[in-house]
């Protein structure tokens, strides 16, 4: 599976952005995606994910509310709708795919940068 993140950029406090990440090759395998994020000086942590077939979600405790996480099985790509962004929102956004509901994460996207701007 191959997975392309897209839609990241510069914005000021208070602004949105729509990230979106294309999977290809073996989907049909796909279980669950997700958006993890990584600032500078940061561990990696987990932004949302979305089951493939149901559609169930998950949000990271700094971002609910504010972010959200979407699917179009017909195009086989997610999105991460991020509104209201702050500045600690500042990272490279990664999505990843998985084969399981419930294991780690197999294949991995190049990453977007996401900067807020105060």
């Known amino acids: 599976i191959q997975l392309q993140a897209y839609g990241g950029g510069l914005v000021q406090a208070g602004g949105s952005l729509r990230l979106s990440c294309i999977a290809s090759?073996?989907?049909?395998?796909?279980?669950?995606m997700g958006w993890f994020r990584q600032a500078p000086g940061k561990e990696r942590e987990i932004v949302a994910r979305?089951?493939?077939?149901?559609?169930?979600?998950y949000y990271g405790d700094s971002v609910k509310g504010r972010f959200i996480v979407s699917k179009d099985n017909a195009k086989n790509t997610m999105y991460l709708q991020m509104n209201s962004l702050e500045p600690e929102d500042t990272a490279v956004y990664y999505c990843?795919?998985?084969?399981?509901?419930?294991?780690?994460?197999?294949?991995w996207g190049q990453g977007t940068l996401v900067t807020v701007s105060s």
């Open positions: 990843a795919s998985s084969s399981s509901r419930v294991g780690r994460y197999e294949y």
């Open positions: 979305i089951t493939w077939r149901y559609g169930e979600t």
């Open positions: 090759g073996r989907t049909f395998s796909m279980e669950k």
